[in-house]
């Protein structure tokens, strides 16, 4: 019996994500060590700490994908409300975590300084939490959402704890390569390709290197024989079109 696919969404989460000021590396990795455990990352929003605008994005990811998974927003200051934002989506209650506010007072401070780092010891009513092996507080899941850390070496930390504790689906495999030829010289054969296999996506990307134009083709499915077939068939394109193929390592 063929195993339906497992989809999820990310929400990263932060103004300074959308100013540009801060680059966001998390997604990068979240999507490719998700996808091997067979979860499949089908859509990303980045969004702003605007209370409104997380709740309705967490309301409505939740409930088209598998899995959410949050990004960013639960560190202690004022304008860190993802939190509150997934109490709200929830229609829950904000708890103190007796396991978070014992880590998070291992670290002795003046009294203004452990109020601000007790905000992150709030969870949702009902949540459970993701373990963080950095040592410091950990995130925390409801339902199908998982809020994590925005720090890329928190957040990672926190998704490894995770590994095989998902359902999973198929695992999407790829398949590439690459020729000196324009897009518009083989783009009828490659509509004619991915008519013909609609279960393999065919994306075509251009590339400018050692002063000539070229295009690179990347297929991706879960069918490792119909990759295998999609590939023979762009090769057979890129020859027709006058061009050798150059392989690219498969994923």
């Not at 979860?39 to 929003?45: A, G, N």
């Not at 709200?88 to 003046?110: C, H, K, T």
């Not at 203004?112 to 995130?139: E, H, S, Y």
């Not at 704890?161 to 783009?187: D, N």
Request: a negative charge.
């Amino acid at each position: 019996m063929k195993k339906r696919a497992v989809t999820a969404c990310v929400l990263i989460i932060g103004n300074e994500i959308l100013s540009g000021r801060t680059q966001d590396t998390n997604l990068n990795h979240i999507a490719l060590t998700i996808g091997s455990w067979g979860i499949q990352v089908r859509e990303v929003r980045v969004i702003p700490d605007v209370e409104e605008v997380i709740i309705t994005a967490v309301n409505e990811a939740r409930t088209r994908f598998d899995y959410l998974f949050t990004t960013g927003g639960i560190g202690p200051t004022h304008d860190d409300i993802t939190t509150d934002c997934i109490a709200g989506a929830f229609g829950v209650d904000l708890v103190e975590s007796p396991e978070i506010a014992a880590i998070i007072q291992q670290r002795p401070a003046p009294p203004t300084v452990m109020k601000a780092r007790m905000r992150m010891a709030r969870i949702p009513a009902g949540a459970t939490l993701i373990d963080n092996p950095t040592g410091g507080p950990q995130g925390f899941r409801i339902e199908n959402v998982f809020v994590m850390a925005g720090i890329p070496t928190v957040m990672r930390a926190m998704l490894s704890s995770l590994e095989g504790k998902l359902e999973s689906g198929p695992v999407v495999r790829s398949r590439s390569v690459t020729a000196y030829l324009g897009e518009s010289q083989i783009a009828a054969a490659l509509s004619t390709i991915q008519l013909n296999h609609p279960e393999i996506d065919l994306g075509s990307y251009p590339f400018f290197k050692n002063d000539r134009y070229g295009t690179s083709l990347v297929m991706r499915g879960t069918d490792e024989s119909a990759l295998e077939t999609m590939l023979e068939e762009v090769k057979a394109a890129i020859v027709a079109a006058g061009e050798t193929p150059e392989d690219v390592p498969q994923g």
